[in-house]
């Protein structure tokens, strides 16, 4: 149950640290409780004045509320630390997930980086509000308690001694099932969330083809199997819980049974005996607190070990870094020199011997068919893919092996096919990547995206939930958030899109072209479409065709040679390329 990848979590130790002090004074405070709450209990059976037990009773509560303020201390210190650590770990997923890029997270599974990130995030918090301190005061409260057990009726002490262990078993079998189980229903969730995600992606494909209903039937398969795995979780969780509290119960039936007996003939006194029976429920009680929470942090540990694995996934990265490189300007130059990269040994798919010179504020357009290399060139410009090659890069006349740095990256906006909304208002998605921006900067950034009249006709405005599980918002307003998240960040002067129209219909697709032109200006624009009416907006044009770079220059040049960009305009006859 506890993750050894816990002790990774930055402050855990310090937190260990201080919840162990805590267990043993709140160990000591039950004890004392016990001790103070029969010795009254003795005194008004040996029927002395009710002055005799006023100052036990005193210590009763002193000891009670003791007990009470450290619990409440430990629940503080141990939520505050779960919301840092999982603030923490959630900026480290994001921050990992640009790193890596779009190619890796699709291969990864853009639905189970969703998935973490939304649903895992959660799991982890409470994962951490509860294992750190439960595992902890199982491991230090009860043998204080047995300590002082064994100093006042030794054999009471022998028998929790030996039911300890029993019970530890029993859960130990339960448990491992319980893990088995649980890993199976989380890989379920995971294949359900990829594979929801991937068919509402392809939907309007699917249904254009008349495969929506084969699909359908897909996707009930897969959430029939994680229905399946959830109630074989479920079973298991009630079986052990059960067994936990059955067990115990019987412990401390067995202590009292035999402490009743030894009463009446007379071996044991009443002190000891009321001490003993009073402290064994707090004796069990950790152990049923862990086992009762360790359903409820599997999911924690299993989302925690899927998060660690995405963060430790092997990040492009650059051998040689960027020291000159502060921003982006009119005078700012970009070079790439014979820059190649393939996804697979086995096969050419990538791109290959590709050169060109970018200077200052360009709208570069990268056309070509589907396979030709578009994305690729795209993710190598964003330093989300690894060139084969040293020195394909030069930045201001700097030689670099790689754009994958954190100079070049901090630079760059970037707005894909099918920008990602999460739950929350939409003030909050447009200030994803500049959390702390003010109200007014949020509303003029929404302004010059186009989205006033979007915003006006909600009852709550910029305040209206949107994403999982709130209001749905149409292709053409994510695309306008995305762009306002853009403006919003004024300090990125390089954007990057991949094929951003590509779902919309055509109306949507010139009302935001007039929204987004305006944005371009003052930017590096670097935008791969097949939809070649943007060309006519672009300064420059970059052909590819298998990977290869086949032609590039102005477009009104490369529209007065029969070369392959004036094939590509002839061949989409049914779009107007003076749109």
């Known amino acids: 149950m506890f993750n050894k990848k816990l002790m990774t979590i ?54 009670f509320i003791i007990r009470y303020l450290i619990t409440r201390i430990e629940n503080q210190i141990t939520d505050n ?82 039911v300890f262990p029993i019970i530890i078993y029993f859960m130990i079998i339960l448990g491992i099932a319980a893990r088995k189980k649980s890993d199976q229903q989380y890989l379920n969730f995971s294949k359900m969330s990829n594979n929801f995600i991937n068919t509402l992606r392809g939907l309007k494909t699917l249904k254009l083809f008349g495969l929506s209903k084969i699909y359908g039937k897909n996707i009930f398969r897969v ?139 360009l709208k570069v357009g990268i056309v070509g068919q589907s396979g030709s290399g578009k994305s690729t060139m795209l993710n190598l410009l ?52 500049t959390p702390n921006a003010s109200k007014d900067d949020i509303k003029k950034a929404a302004e010059s995206a186009g989205l006033s009249e979007f915003i006006n006709s909600l009852k709550d405005g910029l305040d209206t939930i949107i994403g999982r599980g709130g209001r749905g918002v149409s292709g053409g307003q994510a695309q306008r958030i995305a762009l306002a998240r853009v403006l919003l960040d004024d300090k990125r002067e390089i954007i990057l899109l991949d094929e951003p129209t590509a779902h919309l219909d055509i109306e949507t697709e010139y009302e935001l072209k007039q929204t987004m032109l305006p944005i371009f200006k003052n930017h590096l624009v670097i935008f791969a479409t097949h939809r070649l009416h943007w060309m006519n907006e672009m300064d420059y044009i970059l052909v590819m065709e298998n990977g290869k770079l086949v032609e590039q220059g102005k477009p009104k040049d490369l529209l007065k040679q029969s070369g392959k960009y004036r094939q590509l305009v002839d061949e989409i006859g049914g779009e107007n390329n003076n749109a």
């Open 10 to 63: 930055p402050g855990i130790k310090k937190l260990i640290i201080k919840i162990s002090i805590l267990a043993v004074i709140q160990a000591l405070s039950i004890i004392a409780e016990a001790w103070f709450l029969s010795r009254a209990l003795v005194n008004a059976w040996m029927l002395k004045k009710v002055t005799a037990s006023i100052y036990p009773m005193l210590f009763f509560f002193i000891a």
């Open 81 to 162: 630390f779960s919301d840092k650590a999982s603030n923490d770990l959630k900026r480290a997923l994001l921050e990992k997930t640009f790193e890596l890029g779009p190619q890796s997270v699709a291969k990864l599974g853009s639905g189970q980086i969703i998935t973490i990130a939304l649903e895992g995030i959660d799991q982890i918090k409470n994962y951490l509000n509860l294992i750190i301190l439960k595992t902890l005061n199982l491991a230090i409260i009860p043998w204080i308690i047995l300590v002082a057990v064994f100093f006042v009726n030794a054999l009471s002490g022998l028998v929790l001694l030996l």
């Open 223 to 361: 959430s029939e199997n994680y229905r399946k795995s959830t109630m074989e979780v479920l079973k298991i969780a009630l079986l052990s819980t059960f067994t936990l509290d059955f067990m115990t119960t019987i412990s401390i039936a067995i202590v009292a049974v035999i402490l009743g007996v030894r009463l009446i003939n007379g071996s044991v006194l009443l002190f000891p005996a009321l001490f003993a029976l009073i402290t064994a429920p707090d004796y069990f009680l950790p152990l049923r607190d862990y086992g009762n929470d360790y359903h409820a942090t599997l999911d924690g540990k299993n989302a925690l070990d899927h998060l660690t694995s995405i963060l430790n996934t092997t990040s492009p990265a650059a051998q040689k870094q960027l020291n000159n490189f502060n921003s982006w300007n009119q005078q700012s130059t970009l070079k790439a020199d014979h820059l190649s990269f393939k996804y697979d040994k086995e096969n050419n798919q990538g791109v290959k011997d590709v050169s060109f010179n970018l200077t200052g504020n």
């Open 382 to 433: 964003g330093g989300w893919l690894q060139p084969e090659d040293k020195d394909n890069f030069k930045i201001n006349g700097e030689k670099t092996d790689s754009l994958a740095q954190f100079a070049w990256q901090k630079h760059l906006s970037y707005i894909p096919q099918n920008p990602y909304l999460f739950s929350g208002t939409i003030a909050e998605n447009i200030a994803f990547y």
